[in-house]
């Protein structure tokens, strides 16, 4: 069956500082990737997504590129702030509906 | 307007109990899921509805049901509660195609007392 791998954490940086959480993934097919990003007490939101390989998803300064060869989704930052503090989970869609996450990564950015 | 909203937002109940979780959803989206998230923001699916028809389930206790009774809306009806039970609920929805993402609702947590 499909699943995503991803850096354990918690993670913790300070402001400025280069984040990368790394996401490997098993799936069959061709699926689609996500990071999604969950703020405190609220819900899941997309960050990025990338459809097919080589392609590279972008937002906020998160950068992410989907390379079939590693089966890898790793997501960067070039420099994070306070506001960027958050759980990033990793997740893949493929043939059979169902979206599949990641363990999560907590990330705290101190000032 | 929200797009996905679930109702209630706090729920505080005693064990044996039985509650329901509502969800609608407004973007016209035709498949709906069920996610339950643990202390440890681990998110497991367990339900999920294309055009009213069950299309995922998970190992969850029968206990858990789920409803459909059109294709905005996705309710979770959970029978006998139990302190295992405590966890944040999400709701979402998205397009059947392959390429889209889900939205998600702000979540239900759910506490057994």
Redesign the interface.
Same mark, same amino acid.
């Given at each position: 069956g499909n699943s995503v791998t991803q850096m354990e954490g918690p993670v913790t940086l300070s402001e400025e500082a280069f984040l990368t959480i790394n996401c490997t993934y098993t799936a069959t097919g061709y699926p689609s990737l996500f990071w999604y990003v969950q703020y405190p007490g609220e819900g899941l939101q997309l960050l990025l997504k990338a459809t097919k390989a080589d392609d590279k998803g972008s937002n906020k300064g998160f950068e992410a590129t989907y390379r079939k060869e590693t089966t890898s989704f790793h997501l960067e930052k070039g420099s994070v702030q306070v506001s960027d503090s958050a759980v990033y989970f990793c997740a893949l869609r493929s043939n059979d509906y169902k979206l599949s996450f990641g363990a999560g990564t907590t990330v705290t950015v101190r000032a | 307007d929200t797009a996905?909203s679930q109702t209630p937002k706090y729920l505080v109940t005693q064990m044996g109990n039985d509650k329901s979780i509502k969800c609608e959803q407004n973007l016209g989206h035709d498949?709906m899921?069920w996610y339950k998230q643990d202390s440890?923001?681990?998110?497991k699916?367990m339900f999920?509805y294309?055009n009213k028809e069950l299309?995922?389930n998970e190992t969850v206790p029968n206990r858990f049901s789920p409803k459909s009774p059109d294709k905005a809306h996705l309710n979770l009806h959970i029978n006998s509660l139990e302190l295992g039970d405590s966890a944040v609920y999400?709701c @979402?929805s998205?397009l059947?195609q392959?390429?889209t993402? @889900?939205?998600?609702?702000?979540?239900t947590r759910l506490t057994v007392v």
């Amino acid at each position: 069956g499909n699943s995503v791998t991803q850096m354990e954490g918690p993670v913790t940086l300070s402001e400025e500082a280069f984040l990368t959480i790394n996401c490997t993934y098993t799936a069959t097919g061709y699926p689609s990737l996500f990071w999604y990003v969950q703020y405190p007490g609220e819900g899941l939101q997309l960050l990025l997504k990338a459809t097919k390989a080589d392609d590279k998803g972008s937002n906020k300064g998160f950068e992410a590129t989907y390379r079939k060869e590693t089966t890898s989704f790793h997501l960067e930052k070039g420099s994070v702030q306070v506001s960027d503090s958050a759980v990033y989970f990793c997740a893949l869609r493929s043939n059979d509906y169902k979206l599949s996450f990641g363990a999560g990564t907590t990330v705290t950015v101190r000032a | 307007d929200t797009a996905v909203s679930q109702t209630p937002k706090y729920l505080v109940t005693q064990m044996g109990n039985d509650k329901s979780i509502k969800c609608e959803q407004n973007l016209g989206h035709d498949t709906m899921y069920w996610y339950k998230q643990d202390s440890k923001k681990f998110l497991k699916i367990m339900f999920s509805y294309n055009n009213k028809e069950l299309i995922i389930n998970e190992t969850v206790p029968n206990r858990f049901s789920p409803k459909s009774p059109d294709k905005a809306h996705l309710n979770l009806h959970i029978n006998s509660l139990e302190l295992g039970d405590s966890a944040v609920y999400f709701c @979402a929805s998205t397009l059947g195609q392959l390429n889209t993402e @889900a939205f998600f609702g702000q979540g239900t947590r759910l506490t057994v007392v």
